[in-house]
């Protein structure tokens, strides 16, 4: 009895010591500091995704400059994609060990740069460069990959609706950018507008990097954790579940759907006979739907499950691009307005669900580098679908073989998504 009661009371003050240290939890915030880093991560990631979706409309000015094919234009983006996808692994061990701040200064300054740069350029390995690395690398470290390990610390029960509030400004990025570089193009050209572009960027570096003030990593947290025993899921033991891979299939699939249409879908309305600034404007509308729709589906992924909730958007998805395959003239807008709103309203409504997801099956400080090589598969599928559209269009003279595509990809990643209901067992 004595010695099991000294055993009892050794084990409680070892446990004592474990739960003070301040390292090992993280810090907790007042109710007011989290929402306010919840609103700076959506504004943050708002202003790197603006400039990067800007390129749908620099696309069609590029061809109309200087006689460009589809495909060939269409490469920069592809670039950027498979850079973004194979830098995120660096990002996610970067914000793991530096913390947002460091990353949103250093990103910005090479956006800015990138932006700058393309107002001079005049041949495609430039902007296969300036765009495809440059402005990507910089986008990367303002994108959803730096938030996420910090509002997942900060929001447990609520996981699913943080992340997707996050992710939604994608979406609203994808809306404003349109129209706005769409009238920029038209007002300045396209090298005024691209000049004007890096003066606003520039602007923002410093006041975006403020809004992250004392949230980089403390000293010693890492070590810390792993002599307490509580480094979580390690990269190694994440890749050797199959849920890892599938996460990583989803992001592909996912990726080849959306950007087979996504990039090319004002240069099919133009090619429709459509108005490029009333097309522009529709399809920037509906975009801006994306902001309540991956909010909604991200917030009811904490409530009926991820898979259900991804599910959901693909089948959404898919309808979007139907309506697409049914415009066959310039008289029919309701159908233009019906692909807009259905594509748009879940335009990255996949995103919170696989992060949060990603965040549930593999919990820990390593959190940013398992998701930063996991999204690997979005910049591989969303640089190869982009690349394809153009292609198949250069083929065939219309972009109906890509959306047929796009549909069956996204049936893919539903199949995908909802092969991970169960959990990983740890090895």
Partial sequence: MWAASLAIRRNARQNRGIMSEPSITPARLSSSRTWFLLGGAFLTFSVGAGFMHSYTVFLVA?????????????????????????????????VDRLGP????????CLLAAGLFASAYANALWHMWLLYGVVMTLGANCLGLVVFVPLLSEHFVKNRGMAVAI????????????APLSTMMVAGLGWRGAYLWQGVFMAAMIVPLGALFRRTDPAPGARAARRAAGGEGWTLKQAMRTPHFWLLMLVYVFTGLGSFLVALHQLAFAVDIGFDKLYAAGVLGLGAFLSLPGVIITGTLSDYVGREISAVVTYGTSILGVVFALMITSPDQHLLLWLHGCFFGLTWGARGPAITAKTADLFPGPNLGTILGVISIGTGVGAGAGAWLAGFVFDMTGTYRAAFWLAIGFYVCGSVAFWSLRRPPAVR
């Fill in 101 to 108: 701040r460091r990353l949103i200064l250093g990103g910005g």
């Fill in 62 to 94: 590029f061809i109309e400059a200087f006689g460009w094919s589809r495909a060939d234009a269409s490469v920069a983006y592809s670039v950027s994609q498979i850079v973004s996808g194979l830098t995120s692994p660096l990002v996610g061990m970067l």
């Fill in 166 to 177: 996050v992710q939604s400004a994608n979406g609203f990025a994808r809306a404003f950018s």
